[in-house]
């Protein structure tokens, strides 16, 4: 896009975004498989299994497939596991990733309104977004368990530009994934994919469905295009 466009806030996704927690995750869902007597799977395949909340990635962890689905029995048992371990060990090897904060404290000098919108659950996430210094930052947190919907749907997008009081198009969403794709364009938001991310970003911008209007390395990228043009 040549003309820059009418950014009046700032949506990130947290997971694979703004922090690395896949070490965490992984070691979670592990000892949910390990709870059931089954093997420790690979945190690279784990990867491929975040992204659309906890609930989703227990069944998936559990039968070792991206569509798969455990009988609801065993599933209740390890997702127990699951949310008690990830509870206790939120933040042991999660970290923010470079810039991360630089890129925040920048767009907030442009008096850009931020917030969190993530398939994690709200408390969660919030927490965890406490615990690493970020919480300060941002206006407001939606999770996975905020609204009935959840990313890609577009309700936890138009809702957060309702609190920030702003329209939808004056809004973008950062994100990772082609949730975060999906779900900006269903809101009509302005959709920024990051490289470092989970997902394959130029791969996703293949498909028009999920080709963001932005792709970006680092989050000060996004201030330095959206910054006023100080030229005469």
Known sequence: MNTRPEIRA????????LVDSLADLAAAANEARRSENLPL?????MMSYVGDGVGKLVHRALTADPDGQAPDEVWQRAFAVFAQHYSEHLDRHTYIYPEVQTGLQLLKTLGIPLAVITNK???????????????DLFSLVVGGDTLPQRKPDAAPLLHAAEVLGVK????????DSRNDILAAKAAGCFAIGVRYGYADMDKLAEDPATRPDWIVS???????????????
């Open 121 to 135: 659950r709200e408390a969660w996430a919030a927490e965890l977004l406490r615990r690493l210094g970020l919480a």
């Open 218 to 232: 680092t989050l000060p990228e996004i201030y330095d295009r959206l910054r006023p043009d100080d030229r005469h």
């Open 168 to 175: 939808p198009e004056n809004m973008a969403m950062v994100g």
């Open 10 to 17: 700032a949506a990130f996704d947290l997971d694979g975004t």
């Open 41 to 45: 799977l690979d945190e690279k395949l």
